[in-house]
């Protein structure tokens, strides 16, 4: 594929952009650079006409309630996104995104809004903001243990169309049966900040094959990332004292 590139939508990152999410897109082409194949990163914003197709991943990171509501009235102008999940391309939705992407979501203020029902997931406000590290043992294969940052009042459960993306050890992910995130063919939800594809590299991997349909050549785990592992180790023993 060297030579060719990879077309990157980063989606509304000027209202689902609050947690840096749209380092998610740096990390891909990154990654893609490390194997000697180019990536444009095409930045969607509420000012545009639509989502545009023909790209080879979306990105859609995470947000306020209102913003919310505001990124399901522009998703709802165009078809690319809907064409992009019929036609196999991969989607990364982040903890408002999740909530974007799914069936329906009930915002803070007890207002129920239908989502884009890409994936079979409804959110609901919880008792309290689950805040903190989360971690899951991944239901995807060759995926293996995930780590992030979530911030959320949603629950999420999930419906029989999709299934976790992992099972919650550490943290509150959906908050409903252990599960965490929620994944429908080759759509990918997770509550998981961090930028989740930054704290784990496999996860990133799996999209950028699913999204150039060839397998990758592996990289050796960035050096920064062992030094994050250690840090959130050392954060969560003080925390526990
Ligand atoms: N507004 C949503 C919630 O609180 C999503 C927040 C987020 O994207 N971190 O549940």
Not at 30 to 49: A, E, H, K
Not at 50 to 58: H, I, R
Not at 202 to 209: F, I, N, Q, V
Request: hydrophobic residues 40%; glycine residues 16%.
């Amino acid at each position: 594929m060297t030579g060719e590139r990879v077309r990157i939508a980063l989606v509304l990152p000027d209202l689902l952009g609050t947690y840096g999410d749209r380092g998610n897109a740096i990390v891909l082409a990154q990654r893609l650079r490390w194997r000697g194949i180019g990536s444009q990163l095409v930045t969607v914003l509420s000012s545009d006409d639509a989502v545009p197709e023909g790209c080879d991943l979306y990105l859609i990171g995470g947000g306020e309630d209102v913003a919310q509501v505001a990124a399901v009235r522009f998703l709802r102008r165009g078809a690319g996104l809907t064409r992009a999940v019929q036609h196999g391309v991969p989607v990364l939705g982040i903890c408002g995104g999740l909530q974007v992407l799914g069936t329906s979501f009930v915002t803070g203020d007890g207002q129920r809004h239908e989502g884009m029902g890409l994936v079979d997931a409804s959110t609901e406000p919880g008792r309290g903001r689950a805040i903190g590290e989360v971690t899951t043992q991944a239901t995807l294969g060759g995926v293996g243990m995930l780590t992030g940052f979530e911030n959320h009042l949603g629950r999420t459960a999930l419906g029989p169309g999709s299934h976790a993306l992992g099972r919650v050890v550490r943290g509150t992910g959906n908050g409903h049966d252990q599960a965490e995130g929620a994944v429908n063919g080759h759509v990918i939800c997770t509550y998981m900040h961090g930028p989740v594809l930054a704290r784990n590299p496999k996860l990133a991997d799996l999209l950028l094959e699913w999204a150039i349909g060839e397998p990758l050549a592996p990289l050796p785990d960035p050096p920064e990332l062992k030094a994050l592992r250690t840090e959130r180790t050392r954060v969560h023993v003080r925390n526990r004292k």
